[in-house]
């Protein structure tokens, strides 16, 4: 049983670790993204 609930704990943690590093990824993308996009509209003027 204790195994079991080991085993069950640490693919919690990794699912949780997966979808942190998603959102993270995420935010990451779009602030670098807005960041280019306003970088080269300054490159413009």
């Not at 949780?16 to 509209?41: I, T």
Request: with cysteine; proline share 0%; charged share 10%.
């Amino acid at each position: 049983t204790y195994a079991m609930w080991w085993i069950i704990y640490i693919i919690s943690v990794l699912v949780l670790f997966l979808c942190c590093c998603n959102v993270c990824f995420e935010f990451f993308s779009n602030s670098l993204l807005s960041y280019f996009s306003l970088f080269k509209g300054t490159k413009k003027d």
